[in-house]
T-cell receptor, first 116, second 113 residues
Framework: GAVVSQHPSWVICKSGTSVKIECRSL??????MFWYRQFPKQSLMLMAT?????????EQGVEKDKFLINHASLTLSTLTVTSAHPEDSSFYIC????????????FGPGTRLTVL | LAKTTQPISMDSYEGQEVNITCSHN???????ITWYQQFPSQGPRFIIQ???TKVTNEVASLFIPADRKSSTLSLPRVSLSDTAVYYCLVGDVIKAAGNKLTFGGGTRVLVKP
């Protein structure tokens, strides 16, 4: 089946630093990947849609200059949290859409970000 | 995208059947119904998807009435490892725009020994 990986699985950083999270589709190509954020005991919230070779589309209320998304290849999208603050601490999950069949999305295992 | 309503939580016991009903009154003609399972600190995992009537796979069944305004996920003979949050989503998974999934609150299922 289609596998999506994320790296790192968890990261702890100091306030003011930037953190990059990678999302890879391991055995398929994905022109579209999605980034979600999930706070404890809450549902997933879509942050942005990442399109290979073009700019990401951000959901309302998500700061594009703070959450930089790059989708440089058909198997890799990165999310960079710039100048992270404690309120950015969350669980970040990516998904990748398979370019066949019913366009099913497969989710990565998530990245736990803790900003001190 | 059609909004969904699910119970916040459900308790069950090992070996029982768990049925979770999701309401989606304004589902569109092209919308499919998809259920995901999420364990703590993990990404969601696809369980089942359907358009109408009944769909069954190795882990669950999905029942969809004729008017498609609701759907019921059925988990047969649950075990402790089925404790998770279950999300019901509706959307047009074929068109590019419709593939943007919107997660509702989900149902937190607790399976007790």
């Amino acid at each position: 089946g289609a596998v999506v990986s994320q790296h790192p699985s968890w990261v702890i950083c100091k306030s003011g630093t930037s953190v990059k999270i990678e999302c890879r589709s391991l055995d398929f190509q994905a022109t579209t990947m999605f980034w979600y954020r999930q706070f404890p005991k809450q549902s997933l919230m879509l942050m942005a849609t990442s399109n290979e070779g073009s700019k990401a589309t951000y959901e309302q209320g998500v700061e594009k200059d703070k959450f930089l998304i790059n989708h440089a290849s058909l198997t890799l999208s990165t999310l960079t949290v710039t100048s992270a603050h404690p309120e950015d601490s969350s669980f970040y999950i990516c998904s990748a859409r398979v370019m066949r069949g019913n366009n099913e999305q497969f989710f990565g295992p998530g990245t736990r970000l803790t900003v001190l | 995208l059609a909004k969904t309503t699910q119970p916040i939580s459900m308790d069950s016991y090992e070996g029982q059947e768990v049925n979770i009903t999701c309401s989606h009154n304004n589902i569109a003609t092209n919308d499919y119904i998809t259920w995901y399972q999420q364990f703590p600190s993990q990404g969601p995992r696809f369980i089942i998807q359907g358009y109408k009537t009944k769909v069954t796979n190795e882990v669950a069944s999905l029942f969809i009435p004729a008017d498609r305004k609701s759907s019921t996920l059925s988990l047969p003979r649950v075990s402790l490892s089925d404790t998770a949050v279950y999300y019901c989503l509706v959307g047009d998974v074929i068109k590019a725009a419709g593939n943007k999934l919107t997660f509702g609150g989900g149902t937190r299922v607790l399976v007790k020994p």
